[in-house]
């Protein structure tokens, strides 16, 4: 087992990285570094661990969310529970996560468009879009969300009417958002899977829309 200084030390640089066909990052030693400490200090196992990753790297992803969204666009009842308590509806579907303590779900309409940030750190709805973009953490992105969402909404191709209000909703570790989109004009007879199939996560994060195509 390694623990925390040896990793930092470097005396057991050679052996990590006899695993892995280049170096480790700085953030991947310091994940290992963590890693390491939390198992030698019995603060987690390694089957946790392992569950942890398996689920947010094979089993949740933004086809959820997807689910989520298609069903709120063909079953009214079922979208108003889902803007009134995100959490306990989606739970409905077999999906959620104590990872996110509350899920709030915006809506858009044809006048106002939300996406989602989070200025401090990544916060994001894990259970229904599973891990983030890393343009989501990026440093450019956290900051100009807030200051410049419509220079940002356009470096994504996406040019709202200026008569649209943006709302931009800010994360935080308690507190994760996500956008219900538009249902696209031309959908109508489209069946719920072949709507979830339309859905993106990008959309769901508020940096594109639905489209038909
Ligand atoms: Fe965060």
């Known amino acids: 087992m390694l623990n925390f200084l040896e990793v930092f030390s ?3 640089l050679n052996m990590i990285n006899s695993k892995h066909s280049k170096p480790l990052s700085d953030v991947q030693l ?20 392992d569950t942890i990753v398996d689920i947010y790297e094979n089993r949740v992803g933004p086809h959820l969310g997807a689910k989520v969204v298609a069903r ?17 509806t989606i739970a409905e579907l ?22 989602i940030v989070c200025t401090l750190c990544s ?8 891990l983030p973009p890393n343009w989501y953490k990026s440093f450019p992105y ?20 200026t008569d649209t209000e943006v709302c931009v909703w800010d994360s935080t570790a308690n507190m994760r958002y996500m956008v219900l989109p538009l249902r696209p004009e031309g959908s109508e007879n489209l069946s719920e899977d072949e709507l979830a199939a339309l859905v993106t996560r990008n959309a769901m994060i508020g940096t594109a ?4 195509s």
Request: proline share 5%; net charge positive.
């Open 142 to 161: 956290r900051s100009r969300a807030v200051s410049d969402p419509r220079g940002v909404l356009m470096d994504f191709g996406l040019a709202l009417p």
């Open 30 to 49: 310091r994940v290992k570094a963590l890693e390491s400490i939390l198992l030698e200090k019995g603060v987690v196992d390694q089957n946790t661990l």
């Open 123 to 130: 916060c994001y709805p894990w259970s229904v879009l599973g």
């Open 94 to 115: 077999g999906m959620g996560s104590i990872l996110d303590v509350q899920l709030v779900v915006k809506e858009n309409t044809p006048t106002v468009h939300n996406m």
């Open 72 to 88: 709120a666009w063909t079953n009214p009842e079922f979208k108003n529970r889902l803007l009134s308590n995100g959490a306990a």
């Open 209 to 212: 829309v639905v489209s038909v």
């Open 10 to 12: 470097g005396q057991h």
